[in-house]
Nanobody
Framework: QVQLVQFGGGLVQAGGSLRLSCVASGRIVSIFAMGWYRQAPGKQRDLVASIDTGSNTNYADSVKGRFTISRDRTKNTVSLEMNSLKPEDTGVYYC???????????????WGQGTQVTVSS
């Protein structure tokens, strides 16, 4: 079994900063892409940032220059540093890791439990 546990989040004023982390544990052979998604109230879950095995990153236009995604291979961890937060960044943030549990086996998507981020104006 594989489990993703998220840390961080909370309430912050506009212009502030928060850091999210997500740790994977269990039977893990390889971790491929990692990412963070955001779901605002009444809206679909959208990609915020992703990072691949070569540490190439991709960001939603709305967070470019403000958010930074990083990964630590030794700790099976993906983090999201969020600066200059805006009220529109409010939502539930979910981490995603694409993980293979067997050598040469298929990879599957695993999700964290979700973390509320609220930015007040």
């Amino acid at each position: 079994q594989v489990q993703l546990v998220q840390f961080g989040g909370g309430l912050v004023q506009a212009g502030g900063s928060l850091r999210l982390s997500c740790v994977a544990s269990g039977r893990i052979v390889s971790i491929f892409a990692m990412g963070w998604y955001r779901q605002a109230p009444g809206k679909q879950r959208d990609l915020v940032a992703s990072i691949d095995t070569g540490s190439n990153t991709n960001y939603a236009d709305s967070v470019k220059g403000r958010f930074t995604i990083s990964r630590d291979r030794t700790k099976n961890t993906v983090s999201l540093e969020m600066n200059s937060l805006k009220p529109e960044d409010t939502g539930v943030y979910y981490c995603n890791q694409r993980i293979s549990r067997r050598i040469d086996g298929p990879a599957s998507d695993y999700w964290g439990q979700g973390t509320q981020v609220t930015v007040s104006s």
